[in-house]
Each structure stands twice: as structure tokens, then as C-alpha cells.
């Protein structure tokens, strides 16, 4: 059986577990090409237009390789944090692809609550069943995923930079490079390190986030604003670039949240959508490095003279 996993929005984080998965169980694995132009047409072609820019790419993966697949598997991420949910387009993901796109294959519905094995195992159960009914060989697969899983990292955590930011931001904007328009070489390129929120002991996060007034609902809202509080705080980067997509009401909340925290911190918010010039962010990215080299150069100015 041939299985298509789409190259969009969870995919950059989460892919050891779904490819080790199926493929254990016999599958051949097909995965959509990276993010390019065809793809992101091929989604604004099919996707509502209402969709922000990630749903968009991830329509047009599964349109890439629908026809090339004998089921596509589509993540329903629910929840993975207890007492805290995915952004609300995960959740019916499977309905926007099955009545966006004609003659699907067979797609994975069921939901993911990935707080523990034991909750995540029962989308493994249901999923598995449709290469095999074989409940061991569904068991061994599940426990090589996750094994898989738990060896991988991600993320950047940059050394030897005279000059870093942080991303901040959801993993598709900041993992997929067309997306955000090789935003990380583009840095490099100019001598700036980069950190994102992978680096960040989770104890770090949960201490800033608990002193929002309020627990926040959206798992990437927590992350979000807890890695940002803590990393300007510690002055461990000298300003942040927040990558959001245009649209996304989880953003347009975290990012006021960590305006009025972190007041005339360095921060410079890029919102992308499908209509987003590379020419307008260059400028805006440099202009944002520029202002951050004269402020260190007056501090540095200040010092010598105090």
C-alpha cells in the first residue's frame, strides 16, 4: 500500500513518527515535494479563501500526491499538552481537504491527542487498521514510532554570532523555507545567529506563562509567549522576529500579550500570506538588523564614555 504524507504544517516536526510508522507496517512511503510555487497554487486553487496562508500550502501537498497515494494520512492534532488545544483548523483539517479536493483516496480522520502514548496510541489503532488488522504488528509499529520520535530534535539554537535574534512563531512559517522566503539563511547571510523556542528548557516557558493572568487555551499561544518572555528577559538575543500568518486570531492575541510585556523590546512582526513580496520582508529584516547594530554601537558609545 502506498501512503502520502503531505510536506505541510506539522509535518517539519512530527515526520519521524508518521514515516516510521507506516513504514513499519509495510507501507511505501510517499511524501509530497517541498513547498514551491506549483504547491502553493495548487492550494489557493482549492483551498476556501478564508484559510491562512499554511492551510493554503498543506491543500495544495495533498493535492500533489492524492493521485499518487492509496490513502493520504491527515493529522487531526487535537491536543499536545493536557488542558490545552491545536489551532482550531487542525481539528477539522480532514473536511476542508475531503470537500476541497475531488477524488480523494481514503484519508486518516481520526483524531490525535498525542499527551501521552497511551492517548496517541488510539489514533495509531484506528489508522493502522487500514493497512492491517494485525493488532501486534500495530503495537510493534507504534512503539519503533515513537522511539523515532523521541530521538529526534529540531529547531536552532546558534553559536559563534556576534548578533542573534529569535524566531517566534508556528513550525510551518518558521521550518518551511518557502514560506518564509529562506528568512534563517538570509540571517546567516548577514551575520545573525538564530534561536527558537527549542532551546528553551520547558520549565523556562511554563514559569512566564504562568504569570499571565489567565492559563492560555492554544498550545502555540503558551510556547509562543513563554519562549519570547524568557528569552528577552535572559537577553540571551539582542531583538525577536515573530513570524505569523495573516489571519491567524492565535496570533493577533500572543503577540499584543508579548507587546505589553516586553514594551520597546527589539520585535519585529512579519505577517506572510500568499501574496507576500520577498523584496518588502528583505527590507523590513534589514532595516530591523540595521536598527538593532546602531543601538548596540550607541550603548557600546555610552560605555565608553561614562
Known sequence: MKVGIPKGLLYYKYYPFLQSFFGKLGAEIITSPETNSEILNLGVRHCVDEACLPVKIFHGHVAAIKDHCDMVVIPRIMQIRPREFICPKFC???????????????????????????????????????????????????????????????????????????????????YDSYINMNLIKKLHRMGVGVITEEAVPEENIAAEVKELYKRPFWTFARNSYGFAVHIAKTAQVNGIIYISSFACGIDSVVVELIKNKLGDYPLLIIKLDEHTGEAGLDTRVEAFIEMIERSIRLENNLSAHG
Open 92 to 174: 477539522g483539517l480532514p473536511e476542508m481537504v475531503l470537500n476541497s479536493l475531488p477524488q480523494m483516496p481514503p484519508v486518516t480522520t481520526a483524531p490525535i491527542y498525542a499527551t501521552s502514548p497511551q492517548n496517541l496510541y488510539r489514533w495509531a489503532e484506528k489508522s493502522g487498521k487500514m493497512i492491517t488488522n494485525n493488532k501486534g504488528r500495530i503495537q510493534e509499529a507504534f512503539l519503533y514510532a515513537w522511539q523515532k520520535q523521541k530521538q529526534f530534535t529540531s529547531g536552532y539554537q546558534d553559536k559563534g554570532y556576534s548578533l542573534n535574534v529569535a524566531l517566534v512563531g508556528h513550525p510551518y512559517n518558521l
